[in-house]
């Protein structure tokens, strides 16, 4: 009889061996919670699709912000919905939007104990939908889209954004955005570019989440799910522009991606762990098919062993607080 001479399994004898030799571990130092907030609202509002997320009210907004610098979790990506919306997307641009609104309201509860965030985006404030401005024919107009980013990402450093996040996927909207804020002396706003962004299912919560009135898709500026080397392209392109740090997204299904942009990028990575990956998890969850805490885990996870510095997860602070249990 002959007897292994290897045995892997003495590092997995015990918690306390597993905890040691663990290759990865999550910190809430490193989570990003997405929050929507709605104009006009005066209750949070539920997202039926994203069960445990909500619309915030701007009270509501200021203390999810606020609970989650109690957590240590390390940064809030901000969302507006506006109540009304127009061909130009012109409340996005308002100082007195939705979403300006809502990132002095952050700020001044939170100062600069929690890297606020916001997204450089048309589609929430567009009566069509899309992520840029219309041509005539109805396409997605790069150029001129460009230039209501380049006033919407001036608008947002005004209200006291610390980074904001063009996720339009709009060629060079990363350089107009830096060139503006420069211009207007915001030096020190960052840029986290969505720059692998791909054209995927699973945003489809978010699109109740965001009431978007979006017919069709957005396969003409998002990436297609297909390409692989297209994703170190556009992580380069973004790095020439001036971003301080690139994303994935979504996360789940493009761990290949995550995994090479993480291997070349030499700034901070991060992934968006999306609606659609948050409600799959949600709802096998609540049908008693996984365990939700150890699948929540899992995945996040998951995110950081492939290789991001940093996860956008609806579960932020839940994982904070689990993470904070953990330790203590
Ligand atoms: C665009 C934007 C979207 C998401 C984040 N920013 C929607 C889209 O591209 O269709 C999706 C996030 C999610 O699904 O959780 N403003």
Redesign the pocket.
């Given at each position: 009889m002959s007897f292994p001479q290897h045995r892997p399994r003495r590092l997995r004898t015990t918690p306390a061996m597993r905890r040691l030799t663990a290759e990865h571990r999550l910190s809430p130092a490193d989570l990003i919670l997405?929050a929507f907030i709605r104009e006009g609202l005066t209750q949070p509002a539920p997202i039926s699709s994203m069960p445990g997320v909500v619309q915030h009210t701007t009270d509501t907004l200021r203390r999810a912000a606020a609970e989650a610098v109690s957590l240590g979790v390390g940064g809030i990506m901000l969302?507006g919905i506006p109540a009304r919306r127009d061909a130009t997307g012109s409340a996005g641009i308002d100082p007195d939007g939705v979403l300006n609104r809502a990132i002095a309201d952050v700020r001044a509860e939170v100062g600069d104990d929690l890297v606020v965030m916001s997204?450089v985006?048309?589609?929430?404030f567009t009566d069509h939908g899309h992520?840029g401005v219309l041509a005539p024919d109805g396409s997605v107009d790069n150029d001129a889209t460009l230039a209501v980013y380049a006033q919407m990402a001036v608008e947002q450093a005004n209200a006291g954004a610390h980074v904001l996040?063009p996720?339009?996927?709009m060629d060079g909207q990363v350089a107009v955005i830096r060139q503006a804020l420069d211009a207007a002396g915001h030096a020190t706003t960052g840029v986290l570019a969505?720059s692998a962004?791909y054209?995927?299912a699973?945003?489809?919560?978010?699109?109740e989440?965001?009431d978007?009135q979006?017919k069709g898709d957005?396969r003409t500026y998002?990436m297609d799910a297909a390409n692989r080397r297209e994703a170190l392209i556009e992580v380069e392109l973004d790095l020439e522009e001036g971003a301080d740090m690139v994303m994935v997204?979504?996360a789940m299904s493009y761990l290949d991606i995550l995994a090479d942009v993480a291997a070349m990028s030499p700034v901070p990575v991060a992934a968006?762990?999306?609606?659609?990956?948050?409600a799959m998890i949600e709802a096998a969850a609540a049908n008693g098919w996984i365990d939700r805490r150890r699948a929540i885990e899992e995945s996040v996870l998951g995110i950081r062993r492939a290789g991001a510095d940093m996860i956008?997860t609806?579960w932020a602070s839940e994982l904070a607080l689990w993470l904070n249990e953990t330790r203590s």
């Open positions: 997405p969302f997204d985006c048309l589609d929430e992520c996040g996720s339009g996927m969505y962004k054209a995927s699973f945003y489809g919560p978010f699109r989440a965001v978007s979006l957005r998002q997204k979504p968006y762990q999306v609606s659609g990956e948050y956008l609806y």
